[in-house]
């Protein structure tokens, strides 16, 4: 079964960065892209972009351009997603999740999410 | 890209239908026929229910239905039961080959 593991809580100071990962199991890790989605506490979902484990291929969100990377590790089948100069309204849960079957514009899975805390 | 505007809550009884909205405009929803709809228990990851406006995902209960007319995406639950209350979320693409959310709705079932 498709399962997506994300990487634990991290609590960061304002100004550092993040990275967190995401490893696939259950398919193909190549054949479908993942996309970045966060939700500040008791917030909305925002997605933050997307990247092609096939071709390394990336589609950020306009607001986190600059700020935001994301890689692919095919001989582990994991994806990172590094956010940097954090900030305090940053502080949220990241979720990574993979593309439904029809496109990358449906998420059929998602990891469990991990809680970034931003706090000085 | 603003965020697509959904109602902040709406409730039920059980067997009782309702219905969410999600308006956006002519940038998203009004020329995309690619609106997801999510639900999301608290404390939980999101799990799709709709796809490409009115697709439900193998193996999903056929009481979640969606539709579209102009820039408003509508999710209808029938036959409500009590698992069915949850965050209720919109997701359309968008001009710029993006991704928006709406801002959530709160299901109660009563």
Known sequence: QVQLVQSGVEVKKPGAAVRVSCKASGYTFTSYGISWVRQAPGQGLEWMGWISPYN?????????????TMTTDTSTNTVYMELRSLRSDDTAVYFCARDDSSGWYSQAYWGQGSLVTVSS | QSALTQPASVSGSPGQSITISCTGTSSDVGIYSLVSWYQQHPGKAPQLV?????KRPSGLSNRFSGSKSGNTASLTISG??????????????A???TLVFGGGTKLTVL
């Open chain 1, 56 to 68: 390394g291929d990336t589609n950020y969100a306009q607001k986190f351009q600059g700020r935001v």
């Open chain 2, 50 to 54: 709709i796809y490409e406006v009115t």
């Open chain 2, 80 to 93: 409500l039961q009590a698992e069915d209350e949850a965050d209720y979320y919109c997701c359309s693409y």
């Open chain 2, 95 to 97: 001009r710029g080959s």
